[in-house]
């Protein structure tokens, strides 16, 4: 019987001094989440080279679908969310994420579903794959080997691409992903070539560099930006659809890794009421009564403000098709920068860098991916071990 407290462990008030001693580090991250999360460009890579693995031409021999459905949870569903936001708006047919057991009522024949699930066993993926073929709907699977999910795609004769369960899920975007990305190609719905792939691979690699555990805090951007994040409210929003998906990635990180509750979206939605939070009891009410004097160590005392994070796509590929004009874009998001320098709260911002959308989307995601874990750490908490998941499990395995 659980009372609750079980396995938890940390402190409420930051130590920045553990960032800086990699001894400590380690010791504070026995699971090793900061080298899964350091592995996503050799993610990239393998996932690419499995899925060439992969019978696909079934799919490609049957033509382009109605729509393509992708069926998943999590970070599994966010598989749906990257695709749709780099086919982007000259994608031929509409491309639905869906988080919940089976498929829309209205999948048939005619149509294409994506299973995902890092572990081949959650039953949003597996019900939609049970589901897809039982409607003769074509069906790609995702996940680890020998599991559920691959028995369900060998029953409908459908590709199954294995993807090898060596991290948490949340560690696995990349993996996961990139089959995805690729399924899609065949069906002649996005354009994402090797050397798209190699780019996004390498830039991973390379912000894994610039995020390792030996940089330290002042020339570490993950770190930087975790510290700057320490006993905040984060909001973080995204300039683009693309940068969106970076923010709400950031979201999900910040939340299951660190434990922080976190508000994500679009900017242009922001714009239409979130923005008000700047002007609430968190934003510039507090930060406008906060003491320019007043010992800076006294976090105990402090109160909880908010920290803007905004992640900007620069707009690098000018000549596709926009939901709306990147002058746009760029105004809002220079807007908002002075809507909080106005009210005194802190803004962090990360710029995409890149010539493709995946590379640009992958630059946004990477040093935030490793902020959430560094936060953590700060803290005292084990990113890998969430006690509250595994009870709730239990609970409702019940």
């Known amino acids: 019987?659980?009372?609750?407290?079980?396995?938890?462990?940390?402190?409420?008030?930051?130590?920045?001094?553990?960032?800086?001693?990699?001894?400590?580090?380690?010791?504070?991250?026995?699971?090793?989440?900061?080298?899964?999360?350091?592995?996503?460009?050799?993610?990239?890579?393998?996932?690419?080279?499995?899925?060439?693995?992969?019978?696909?031409?079934l799919l490609e021999d049957e033509g382009r679908p109605r729509a393509v459905v992708i069926a998943g949870i999590g970070t599994a569903g966010r598989t749906g969310d990257v695709l749709a936001t780099v086919a982007g708006p000259?994608?031929?047919?509409?491309?639905?994420?869906?988080?919940?057991?089976?498929?829309?009522?209205?999948?048939?024949?005619?149509?294409?579903?994506i299973a995902v699930s890092a572990s081949g066993r959650s039953p949003e993926a597996l019900?939609?794959?049970?589901?897809?073929?039982?409607?003769?709907?074509?069906?790609?699977?995702?996940?680890?080997?020998?599991?559920?999910?691959?028995?369900?795609?060998?029953r409908a004769r459908a590709p199954f691409i294995p993807v090898p369960r060596r991290a948490p899920a949340r560690a696995s975007l990349w993996?996961?992903?990139?089959?995805?990305?690729?399924?899609?190609?065949?069906?002649?719905?996005?354009?994402?070539?090797?050397a798209d792939l190699a780019e996004?691979?390498?830039?991973?690699?390379?912000?894994?560099?610039?995020?390792?555990?030996?940089?330290?805090?002042?020339?570490?951007?993950?770190?930087?930006?975790?510290?700057?994040?320490?006993?905040?409210?984060?909001?973080?929003?995204?300039?683009?659809?693309?940068?969106?998906?970076?923010a709400r990635r950031f979201g999900d990180t910040l939340s299951a890794n660190a434990r922080y509750p976190v508000v994500t979206g679009a900017l242009g939605e922001a714009g239409r009421g979130r923005v008000g939070l700047l002007d609430g009891v968190f934003g510039g009410l507090v930060e406008s009564a906060r003491d320019i004097f007043a010992d800076p160590d006294a976090a105990e005392d402090d109160?909880?403000?908010?920290?803007?994070?905004?992640?900007?796509?620069?707009?690098?590929?000018?000549?596709?098709?926009?939901?709306?004009?990147?002058?746009?874009?760029?105004?809002?998001?220079?807007?908002?920068?002075?809507?909080?320098?106005?009210r005194g709260v802190r803004c962090d911002v990360v710029t995409a860098e890149g010539g493709s959308a995946l590379e640009r989307l992958a630059s946004l995601i990477a040093v935030p991916d490793f902020a959430s874990i560094y936060l953590a750490l700060a803290h005292g908490l084990d990113p890998m071990a969430v006690p509250a998941v595994t009870e709730m499990k239990e609970l409702s395995n019940q």
């Open 175 to 194: 993996a996961l992903t990139v089959p995805v990305l690729l399924a899609a190609r065949t069906l002649g719905l996005v354009k994402v070539n090797e």
């Open 200 to 246: 996004t691979a390498a830039r991973l690699d390379a912000d894994a560099d610039r995020c390792r555990p030996t940089a330290e805090s002042f020339v570490n951007p993950a770190k930087s930006l975790a510290l700057g994040l320490a006993g905040s409210i984060p909001i973080v929003w995204g300039s683009s659809p693309l940068a969106t998906v970076a």
């Open 127 to 154: 019900g939609a794959a049970e589901a897809a073929h039982r409607r003769g709907a074509r069906l790609v699977a995702v996940g680890a080997p020998d599991s559920q999910l691959q028995s369900v795609a060998e």
């Open 90 to 113: 000259r994608c031929p047919v509409p491309v639905i994420p869906h988080r919940s057991a089976g498929v829309p009522g209205w999948v048939g024949a005619a149509d294409v579903v």
């Open 303 to 342: 109160p909880t403000r908010l920290r803007l994070v905004l992640l900007r796509d620069g707009g690098l590929n000018a000549d596709d098709d926009t939901d709306e004009p990147l002058a746009v874009e760029e105004r809002r998001a220079d807007a908002v920068q002075t809507l909080a320098e106005r």
């Open 1 to 57: 019987m659980m009372d609750g407290t079980a396995g938890l462990s940390g402190r409420r008030v930051v130590d920045e001094s553990v960032l800086d001693d990699p001894d400590a580090v380690a010791a504070h991250d026995p699971g090793g989440m900061l080298r899964f999360i350091a592995s996503a460009g050799a993610q990239v890579r393998e996932s690419a080279a499995l899925t060439a693995e992969a019978n696909l031409s």
